[in-house]
């Protein structure tokens, strides 16, 4: 009997929204984006740190964070926003809406894409985003529809934008932000009963999703205190998110800083899964033909080792985004089909010709 009751409580408890990874055991939840979920191996174990290096306006960056939130309102997981530069009203009234008609969507990305895709590419492996033993995981999303609002309001939304004014006398933190929003994750985990020592009747996930973190609105009076203050705050942050049901998603805008001291390095470090969007806007890759159908590239910095001896391996790190009217896609860049005007082109028919006008014939020719 003690060893079936032992059996019980080590069970993976059912979370809607959720699934178990077929490769190290652990709880996944489902990023929003379905590609994004197949890059980086199935989705985001509970109790792991998403860290975005955001391109250089961070409007990619903030789209992901908005199909983060927009997951967990359609799984029904409570959510811990926090943004000091954006107003989270303004966040929650761009939250897209979910796709119902799934059927027909998938119809119309695979026609799209046989259209646009040489034929040489078109056995790869597709996206896998169907229910996987009877749960449901991860949704498509319509970025040109809001969510409706009656379904925002009835989500469970803890909103975090406006920190202490005071600061404690024993605080680690300059910046008592930093040391508030620590607090306000803290109380929120209690109360939820998210850690997994509390025993509450019905399990789910908090998801945490903290916008630009380490923007101009995070600085302290000198830069080598803003550093440290961040690196404190992740340290915390992390310790409290290993002992509880719940995941985040971070976006930090990195080309802000000076990276004397390896910053970046170390906040990857401090995080499970890195990466870092790079758009074309501005660039010279945005002229450049290889690059026209995508809007940027997705660098792939870190991936954790949970549970086995070595991370997860993507198929591909030549990694690319582009944000159509609709959705965000994340694709393996692919050498594109052979122009119709290239100079090779014209040097294969030159050398072509050559050969048939030579009085030789060649023994090939019918």
């Not at 490769?23 to 994004?36: E, H, M, Y």
């Not at 600061?167 to 306000?184: C, G, H, Q, R, W």
């Amino acid at each position: 009997m003690a060893l079936e009751s032992s059996k019980s409580k080590s069970r993976i408890p059912y979370i809607p929204g959720t699934k178990p990874s077929i490769k190290n055991a652990q709880l996944l939840v489902s990023t929003g984006i379905p590609s994004l979920d197949y890059t980086i191996g199935g989705g985001l174990p509970i109790g792991s740190i998403f860290l975005i290096e955001e391109d250089i306006y961070g409007t990619y960056a903030h789209a992901m964070q908005k199909y983060f939130i927009a997951e967990g309102i359609v799984s029904s997981h409570p959510l811990l926003i926090a943004s000091q530069d954006t107003e989270i009203t303004t966040l929650l009234s761009e939250i897209p809406a979910p796709i119902t008609d799934t059927a027909s969507e998938l119809n119309v990305q695979s026609m799209d894409d046989r259209m646009k895709i040489a034929w040489r590419y078109q056995n790869l492996r597709t996206v896998d985003s169907s229910p996987m033993g009877g749960r449901i995981f991860g949704h498509f999303y319509d970025l040109t529809k809001s969510m409706d609002k009656k379904v925002i309001d009835n989500a469970n939304i803890t909103q975090w934008d406006k920190p202490m004014k005071n600061i404690m006398k024993n605080s680690v933190f300059e910046n008592p932000a930093y040391e508030d929003l620590l607090k306000t994750v803290a109380k929120t985990l209690k109360s939820g009963m998210f850690f997994t020592s509390d025993e509450p009747d019905k399990r789910n996930v908090l998801r945490i999703s903290i916008n630009s973190l380490g923007s101009r609105m995070w600085f302290c009076d000198s830069e080598e205190s803003t550093h440290a203050d961040m690196f404190k705050f992740l340290y915390c942050f992390r310790a409290l998110l290993r002992n509880s049901f719940a995941v985040a998603f971070i976006s930090c805008p990195t080309q802000n800083f000076d990276n004397y001291d390896n910053m970046v390095e170390r906040l990857e470090h401090l995080s499970d899964f890195a990466i870092r969007l790079e758009s074309f806007a501005g660039s010279s890759k945005e002229t450049n033909p290889l690059f026209k159908d995508y809007h940027g590239l997705l660098h792939i910095k870190k991936l954790p080792a949970l549970n086995i001896l070595a991370p997860h391996t993507p198929e591909s790190r030549d990694l690319v985004f582009k944000l159509r009217r609709k959705k965000l896609l994340i694709e393996i860049l692919h050498l594109p089909p052979e122009f119709g005007d290239t100079t090779q082109r014209e040097q294969d028919e030159m050398s072509t010709s050559g050969c048939l006008t030579s009085g030789k014939k060649n023994l090939l020719e019918f």
